[in-house]
Every structure is written in C-alpha cells, then in structure tokens.
C-alpha cells in the first residue's frame, strides 16, 4: 500500500512539473514578451536612423517605456562602437494610396493646386535625415 501511494506521488509531481508545456497562458510570460517586442522594436528604429517619435506613431500598440528603453540601449551601443545607420533596403509597405476623383465629380483645371506639404525628409533645422531619404 505504501509502495502504490509513494508511485501516486512520484507521478503527480513528474506530471506537475511538466505544467509549462501545457498550452494554459501565463500573463507574466505574455507581458514579458511584449516588453521585449516593444524593445527590439526601439533598437531597431534607432539601428535605422528613425527618431523615437516616428518609432511611437508607427507603434502605437508597444509600450513607449520599452521602445525608449531598447532605443535608448542601441543608441548607447551605436555610440560605443562607432557603427553607422543603416538604412532600410525594403520599401515600407504602408504606402499612402492616392484617392482618385470619382467618375460624377468633375475636376476644377483653374483651381489653384492645394499647398504642397512640407517634406518629411528634412527636419525642423532643415537638414536632412537619411532614414527618410532615398539618397
């Protein structure tokens, strides 16, 4: 009797150590993975040149707290080792489409055209910025 109790024991706690294989969800390790995400995110707008705004608006669902942080760290290593930027070779695929006029409007010719907006490649002091450059 005390040989089959002993053997209920071994096999509850073998099966009880197994509990992380099971497909339950465990939040901490959900919340850590997106705070590492949300850092991996930030080194990677810095290792491109972009500015940690841009970085938040493109985004808005990781944790700002982790983008500065993981920016913040590349920036620190970028700095240490004297590595350059290195621009993106993909274009973004969040392209802007172009809304074309509808078949009943009709289009003024002597409009004046709306006021271009200003360029994103150069910032507020006017120099440009090669994350957003084409060359």
Known sequence: MKALQALVLIACGLAA???????????????AQKEQDAKAIGGACRHSGRALEDCYNLNPKASKAAIFAGWREMNDYMTQNKIDVVLPTVPPSSTRKVKSPKPDETVD?????????????????????PALTAG
């Open 17 to 31: 150590t197994a509990c992380d294989k099971l497909p339950i969800p465990d939040p901490n390790r959900a919340a």
């Open 109 to 129: 010719e002597h409009a004046k055209p709306a006021a271009e907006e200003p360029s994103t490649a150069h910032d507020a002091h006017g120099s440009r910025n």
